[in-house]
């Protein structure tokens, strides 16, 4: 009976030093990301990205990130950015394993991080969609010059326009002006890049109507009153 638990031990024992091995083979044949220093967590590789804030309706803002492999500190960090459309390449510095960067929408990006003592990351690509973006129609223009209801000088053969239009998302693009004899006036001009119209011909004891639409970058239209004014 002494030499049956005597053998038995000794079959455990070799069982528990087989197991171990293993394991230990597998864990020294199996490094992770050898070589590489730092790896990389957001955006991933080779996705589209819809995540981050909406800045317009071209631009967004996304938050990178990265870790050390391993215990060592290689701050501070450089991230190249390269817009591949066009190869435009950026480098922003940080001494977190983080950086927020604006980027614009409908964009193939490449990125990479490099620290102190050599260290890098692969690099990655994704295509930057950004989050929804809800845009805001423009104000409808004001006229500033002549107000609306104002008489000018009787001797005047042109008059000037001038108009403030505004937008929360700060992207007005250009105008449509109406202008005429008529309370409904015609179009005279479309796509002005400027908030004013110079040199538009009038005539002594007529009164005139004009309105603008104001259009912003994403196809939002405002339309203002109707202004008027009177010569002499």
């Known amino acids: 009976m002494k030499n049956s638990w005597t053998l038995l031990l000794t079959m455990l024992v070799c069982l528990s030093c087989g197991i171990d091995s293993d394991v230990l083979n597998y864990s020294s044949s199996t490094?992770?990301?050898?070589?590489?220093?730092?790896?990389?967590?957001?955006?991933?590789?080779?996705?589209?990205?819809?995540?981050?804030?909406?800045?317009?309706?071209?631009?967004?803002?996304?938050?990178?990130?990265?870790?050390?492999?391993?215990?060592?500190?290689?701050?501070?960090?450089?991230?190249?950015?390269?817009?591949?459309?066009?190869?435009?390449?950026?480098?922003?510095?940080?001494?977190?394993?983080?950086?927020?960067?604006?980027?614009?929408?409908?964009?193939?990006?490449?990125?990479?991080?490099?620290?102190?003592?050599?260290?890098?990351?692969?690099?990655?690509?994704?295509?930057?969609?950004?989050?929804?973006?809800?845009?805001?129609?423009?104000?409808?223009?004001?006229?500033?010059?002549?107000?609306?209801?104002?008489?000018?000088?009787?001797t005047s053969t042109t008059v000037n326009l001038i108009w403030k239009a505004e937008d929360e998302d700060n992207d007005i693009l250009k105008f449509d002006l109406y202008f005429g004899e008529s309370e409904n006036p015609a179009i005279l001009h479309e796509d002005i890049n400027a908030s004013r119209y110079n040199g538009i011909p009038v005539e002594a004891g007529k009164t005139y109507y004009w309105k603008i639409v104001t259009k912003d970058s994403v196809g939002n239209e405002s339309t203002s009153e109707v202004f008027n004014f009177s010569v002499g």
Do not use: C, H
């Not at 590489?36 to 967590?41: A, M, N, R, V």
């Not at 102190?116 to 805001?136: A, C, L, Q």
């Open 31 to 154: 490094p992770i990301d050898e070589g590489l220093d730092i790896l990389l967590l957001y955006p991933l590789n080779n996705t589209e990205v819809k995540d981050g804030t909406s800045i317009s309706a071209t631009e967004s803002r996304l938050v990178f990130e990265w870790t050390n492999n391993g215990e060592n500190d290689f701050s501070p960090y450089n991230l190249e950015l390269v817009n591949l459309s066009n190869n435009d390449t950026v480098i922003y510095e940080s001494i977190e394993t983080m950086s927020t960067i604006n980027l614009l929408r409908d964009v193939n990006y490449s990125w990479t991080v490099t620290g102190i003592s050599d260290s890098k990351s692969e690099t990655w690509v994704f295509y930057n969609i950004g989050p929804d973006y809800e845009s805001s129609s423009p104000f409808p223009a004001i006229a500033i010059s002549p107000v609306s209801g104002a008489s000018i000088s009787q």
